[in-house]
C-alpha cells in the first residue's frame, strides 16, 4: 500500500457558482490507477463525489478525465503523489463528469445502400479503414483540440468517422462535402489530438489529410493552398523568393571552427531558406562552435509538407525522390533539419536511407560548449510537429536553460500550421492571439521556439522578441567572448 496526496475538481451545479478544488490523501495498493484513486476518495472520504466508468479496462473511453492537464483514461492511468484530476474540457455536469451527448450526436450516422445495391467492402478496404475504426468515443480529442476553441470546427473524432464511411462501400453518403461543411480545413495538424487518443488513431494522418485529399481530387481545395502548390510546381519552393536566400550565401560545405566530432548534412527548409534566413545563420555559428561540420546541398527542395498537410499529392513522390537523391548521392548518413514541419515530414512521410535528427537533438547528443549565461527571463513555445511530430520535448529545454531562465507555459498550438495560417487566417490569428495571452502571462522577455512557421506568426502576436533557440545560444557565445576578451 501507498499513501497519495491528490487534488480534484469538484462542482456542483445545485451549490457551486464555479468549481473548485479539493485535496484529499486516499492509501491504495502499488500501481493502482487514477480511477481506484477516485474509488478510494468515494468508498472513505466522500461519497458524493461524482466521476463515470464502467469496464475499467480500456475499452469504453466512460472514466475519461485531465490529470495534470492531460487527457487521459482513468482506469489505464498509473496514479502518482501531487496529482490534480480535472473533468475533460468540455460541459461539467457534476465533478468530473461531462455531457458527452451534443459531440456525439454530431458524429456522423453510417447510411446504408439498399438491398442488393449493398457491396461489400474488399480486403483493401478493410485494411484502410481498421486504423479508424478503434474510436471508443471517449471525446479526450475534442476536449484538447485547439482549433474548435475559436471556430465551429466539428474536431477531430467527426472527421475520423467521415474518413472511415468515406473508405467503406456499404456507406451511401457524400462524405467529403459533409466534411468541408464541418471544418476539414481547420485542423492545424497539432497532433494533439493523436497523442490524448487512448487507442493512438492518427486522425491528422489518417483521416484529415486524405479527407483533404478526397476534396482536392473532386477541386474542393482552398485557393491559396492551390497557390502555394503551384509555386512549389514551379519553383520547388513554398515561399516566394524576395531576399537572397540562405543556400545562395553559403556554401555545401561549412567545417567547423576545430576537429570535426561529427558530419551532418543541413535540410534547410523553405522558410529558413527564403524568409527567416538568420536564425539558419545563427544555428550554423553554434554548429561550427560545437565540432559539427555541415554539408548544405544546394539542389535540395521543398520537403512537401504544405502539399501532404493540404491533401494536393500530385507531385509530392517526386518531391521526396528528388530530397532522397539530393542527400543519398552526398554520402550523407545523417541529415539535421532545423524546420519541426521539415523533420516531421522526413521522419514520417519518407522512407529515408539515412537518420533525420532535429538540430536540438543533434545538440544535446554531442553536447556543447557552454555558454555565458544571459540575464534574461524567457518563456519558450514548443513548436508541434517538434514535440508531438518527433517526440522532441526535452532537448530544447535542455539547451535554454544554459544560457537563460526558463519560465515554462501551456504546450498549445500558435496556428501557424496545417496549412490553416494561409487558408484560414482569421482562425490563425484567433489561436496566435491565445498563444500572446499566454506568453504575457509568464512575464518573460523573450520568446524562445524552433520552428520558423511559429517564429514568424507568434512574432504578430506578442510585444516581446521571439527568437530561435540558436539566436540564443550564439548570444551567449558571444556574450563569452565578450567576457573573455575584458581579461
Do not use: W
Given at each position: 500500500?501507498?499513501?497519495?496526496?491528490v487534488?480534484?475538481?469538484?462542482?456542483?451545479?445545485?451549490?457551486?457558482?464555479?468549481?473548485?478544488?479539493?485535496?484529499?490523501?486516499?492509501?491504495?495498493?502499488?500501481?493502482?490507477?487514477?480511477?481506484?484513486?477516485?474509488?478510494?476518495?468515494?468508498?472513505?472520504?466522500?461519497?458524493?463525489?461524482?466521476y463515470?466508468?464502467?469496464?475499467?479496462?480500456?475499452?469504453?473511453?466512460?472514466?475519461?478525465?485531465?490529470?495534470?492537464?492531460?487527457?487521459?483514461?482513468?482506469?489505464?492511468e498509473?496514479?502518482?503523489?501531487?496529482?490534480?484530476?480535472?473533468?475533460?474540457?468540455?460541459?461539467?455536469?457534476?465533478?468530473?463528469?461531462?455531457?458527452?451527448?451534443?459531440?456525439?450526436?454530431?458524429?456522423?450516422?453510417?447510411?446504408?445502400?439498399?438491398?442488393?445495391?449493398t457491396?461489400?467492402?474488399?480486403?483493401?478496404?478493410?485494411?484502410?479503414?481498421?486504423?479508424?475504426?478503434?474510436c471508443?468515443?471517449?471525446?479526450?480529442?475534442?476536449?484538447?483540440?485547439?482549433?474548435?476553441?475559436?471556430?465551429?470546427?466539428?474536431?477531430?473524432?467527426?472527421?475520423?468517422?467521415?474518413m472511415?464511411?468515406?473508405?467503406?462501400?456499404?456507406?451511401?453518403?457524400?462524405?467529403?462535402?459533409?466534411?468541408?461543411?464541418?471544418?476539414?480545413?481547420n485542423?492545424?495538424?497539432?497532433?494533439?489530438?493523436?497523442?490524448?487518443?487512448?487507442?493512438?488513431?492518427?486522425?491528422?494522418?489518417?483521416?484529415?489529410?486524405?479527407?483533404?485529399?478526397?476534396?482536392?481530387q473532386?477541386?474542393?481545395?482552398?485557393?491559396?493552398h492551390?497557390?502555394v502548390?503551384a509555386l512549389?510546381?514551379?519553383?520547388?519552393?513554398?515561399?516566394?523568393?524576395?531576399?537572397?536566400t540562405?543556400?545562395?550565401?553559403?556554401?555545401?560545405?561549412?567545417?567547423?571552427?576545430?576537429?570535426?566530432?561529427?558530419?551532418?548534412?543541413?535540410?534547410?527548409g523553405?522558410?529558413?531558406?527564403?524568409?527567416?534566413?538568420?536564425?539558419?545563420?545563427?544555428?550554423?555559428?553554434?554548429?561550427?562552435?560545437?565540432?559539427?561540420r555541415?554539408?548544405?546541398p544546394?539542389?535540395?527542395?521543398c520537403?512537401?509538407?504544405?502539399?501532404?498537410?493540404?491533401?494536393?499529392?500530385?507531385?509530392?513522390?517526386?518531391?521526396?525522390q528528388?530530397n532522397?537523391?539530393?542527400?543519398q548521392?552526398?554520402?550523407?548518413?545523417?541529415?539535421?533539419?532545423?524546420?519541426?514541419?521539415?523533420?516531421?515530414?522526413?521522419?514520417?512521410?519518407?522512407?529515408?536511407?539515412?537518420?533525420?535528427?532535429?538540430?536540438?537533438?543533434?545538440l544535446?547528443?554531442?553536447?556543447?560548449?557552454?555558454?555565458?549565461?544571459?540575464?534574461?527571463?524567457?518563456?519558450?513555445?514548443?513548436?508541434?510537429?517538434?514535440?508531438?511530430?518527433?517526440?522532441?520535448?526535452?532537448?530544447?529545454?535542455?539547451?535554454?536553460?544554459?544560457?537563460?531562465?526558463?519560465?515554462?507555459?501551456?504546450?498549445i498550438?500558435?496556428?501557424?500550421?496545417?496549412?490553416?495560417?494561409?487558408?484560414?487566417?482569421?482562425?490563425?490569428?484567433?489561436?496566435?492571439?491565445?498563444?500572446?495571452?499566454?506568453?504575457?502571462?509568464?512575464?518573460?522577455d523573450i520568446?524562445?521556439?524552433?520552428?520558423?512557421?511559429?517564429?514568424?506568426?507568434?512574432?504578430?502576436?506578442?510585444?516581446?522578441?521571439?527568437?530561435?533557440?540558436?539566436?540564443v545560444?550564439?548570444?551567449?557565445?558571444?556574450?563569452?567572448?565578450?567576457?573573455?576578451?575584458?581579461?
Amino acid at each position: 500500500m501507498k499513501e497519495l496526496h491528490v487534488t480534484v475538481q469538484r462542482f456542483d451545479p445545485k451549490k457551486d457558482k464555479e468549481s473548485r478544488y479539493e485535496s484529499y490523501t486516499v492509501s491504495v495498493n502499488d500501481g493502482a490507477r487514477v480511477l481506484h484513486v477516485l474509488h478510494a476518495i468515494h468508498d472513505t472520504i466522500d461519497p458524493t463525489l461524482a466521476y463515470r466508468y464502467c469496464c475499467s479496462s480500456g475499452q469504453c473511453g466512460s472514466c475519461a478525465v485531465r490529470v495534470n492537464g492531460e487527457p487521459v483514461l482513468a482506469c489505464m492511468e498509473e496514479a502518482k503523489d501531487d496529482i490534480t484530476i480535472a473533468p475533460l474540457n468540455l460541459p461539467v455536469k457534476r465533478d468530473l463528469v461531462v455531457d458527452l451527448l451534443p459531440k456525439i450526436e454530431q458524429i456522423a450516422s453510417f447510411r446504408p445502400a439498399a438491398g442488393a445495391d449493398t457491396k461489400l467492402p474488399t480486403k483493401e478496404e478493410i485494411d484502410a479503414i481498421k486504423p479508424l475504426r478503434d474510436c471508443i468515443e471517449c471525446l479526450a480529442c475534442v476536449s484538447i483540440c485547439p482549433a474548435m476553441d475559436v471556430t465551429q470546427f466539428l474536431g477531430p473524432t467527426a472527421m475520423r468517422q467521415e474518413m472511415r464511411l468515406a473508405l467503406d462501400p456499404r456507406d451511401t453518403g457524400d462524405r467529403v462535402p459533409d466534411a468541408i461543411r464541418d471544418g476539414l480545413f481547420n485542423c492545424t495538424s497539432c497532433q494533439a489530438c493523436y497523442k490524448a487518443c487512448p487507442k493512438k488513431i492518427k486522425i491528422p494522418g489518417k483521416a484529415i489529410e486524405k479527407l483533404r485529399a478526397l476534396a482536392n481530387q473532386r477541386g474542393f481545395t482552398l485557393p491559396r493552398h492551390r497557390e502555394v502548390a503551384a509555386l512549389i510546381k514551379e519553383t520547388g519552393r513554398s515561399v516566394v523568393r524576395t531576399t537572397p536566400t540562405f543556400m545562395e550565401q553559403v556554401g555545401e560545405r561549412i567545417e567547423p571552427f576545430g576537429p570535426a566530432r561529427a558530419t551532418v548534412g543541413f535540410f534547410v527548409g523553405c522558410m529558413y531558406n527564403m524568409r527567416q534566413q538568420q536564425s539558419a545563420f545563427d544555428a550554423i555559428e553554434v554548429l561550427k562552435r560545437n565540432g559539427i561540420r555541415v554539408i548544405i546541398p544546394h539542389d535540395q527542395i521543398c520537403c512537401g509538407s504544405p502539399l501532404i498537410r493540404t491533401g494536393q499529392l500530385a507531385i509530392t513522390d517526386s518531391l521526396r525522390q528528388r530530397n532522397i537523391d539530393t542527400f543519398q548521392s552526398r554520402g550523407i548518413d545523417t541529415v539535421m533539419t532545423m524546420c519541426a514541419g521539415c523533420g516531421s515530414t522526413l521522419k514520417h512521410d519518407y522512407e529515408t536511407p539515412f537518420a533525420v535528427l532535429d538540430i536540438n537533438q543533434l545538440l544535446t547528443k554531442y553536447g556543447i560548449e557552454p555558454p555565458a549565461r544571459l540575464p534574461i527571463k524567457a518563456t519558450y513555445h514548443d513548436p508541434c510537429h517538434l514535440m508531438r511530430g518527433q517526440d522532441v520535448k526535452e532537448e530544447p529545454r535542455q539547451l535554454i536553460r544554459q544560457v537563460v531562465d526558463l519560465v515554462e507555459m501551456p504546450s498549445i498550438c500558435c496556428g501557424s500550421g496545417g496549412g490553416v495560417k494561409s487558408g484560414v487566417p482569421e482562425e490563425a490569428a484567433a489561436l496566435g492571439k491565445r498563444r500572446g495571452e499566454e506568453i504575457k502571462k509568464t512575464g518573460a522577455d523573450i520568446v524562445i521556439t524552433s520552428c520558423p512557421f511559429c517564429e514568424f506568426h507568434i512574432a504578430s502576436h506578442t510585444d516581446k522578441p521571439v527568437k530561435n533557440i540558436m539566436t540564443v545560444l550564439l548570444e551567449g557565445y558571444r556574450e563569452k567572448d565578450r567576457r573573455a576578451g575584458k581579461k
